[in-house]
């Protein structure tokens, strides 16, 4: 795949997964702004990839019309990676009713208020290429202690397959990408809620089942090449959906 004279704005997009598609996009030729909360992985973002980047919080109306402008300084945006996301969970009941709406910011409403920015301007152009980084978790989640992330990533999926059907008349693509483990900062640093209080994953043992992020871009590519709505980095992603679905309860 070739994106000469595309824009790419991946949001989240200094670290993990966002980082890996900024970086893959940029060496076919994308013209890419990264855009993250976090200043310093930002500066070693734009050291290692000479990508233009911009400090934005994506629950912050005023930070993404930063975005838009720089972002529309290089061009007409083609692609948008709504990736920027957060992850909590524990016990249902210990969860504060702040960590679930820090969630829902970030994840549901930072991706909505993302994709509104440059909508217009695709619609405008009938053509372009969204991404919503959703998960695993978002397709059949089966973990008692997640609620707060799960719903979230479920919430993507539904926005995801609506924005999809509302964009076909525009030529515009949609794809709901689901990595399932995957080997960055963001499993570690995930916060869990208990009985005493809460903590931060990296103090429990939370396994090697990981997947790279080359996995995940080297899916995104393939499933962007292919026009395919669901990229999911779950192994018989198609079955375990039809069982999942066939099952009455989800034990
Ligand atoms: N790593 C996994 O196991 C996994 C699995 C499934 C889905 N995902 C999803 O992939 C996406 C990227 O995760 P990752 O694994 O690359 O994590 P990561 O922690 O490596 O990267 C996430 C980036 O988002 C940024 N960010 C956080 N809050 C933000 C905000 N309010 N505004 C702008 N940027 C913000 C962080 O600074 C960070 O650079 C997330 O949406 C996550 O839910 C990750």
Known sequence: MDFSGKVAVITGGADGIGLDAAEAFKSRNADVVIADINEEKLNSAAERLK?????CDVRSDKDILTLRDAANRQGPVDIVMANAGVAAGGRFEKIPMSEWQRLFDVNVMGATRTINAFLPDMIERQSG????????????NNNGMNAPYASSKYALQGMAKALAVYCRQYSIQVHYLAPRMTDTAFPRSSVAWGRKGSHVTSEV??????DTVSDVTNALLEG????????SLT???EEQLTSFAQSQSPF
């Open 51 to 55: 990508a233009t980047t911009v400090r």
């Open 205 to 210: 043992d939370i396994g090697t089942d990981f």
């Open 235 to 237: 192994k018989n992603t």
């Open 129 to 140: 290429i969204i991404i919503i980084t959703g998960s695993s978790a978002g397709l059949f």
């Open 224 to 231: 962007i090449e292919n026009n395919q709505f669901l990229i």
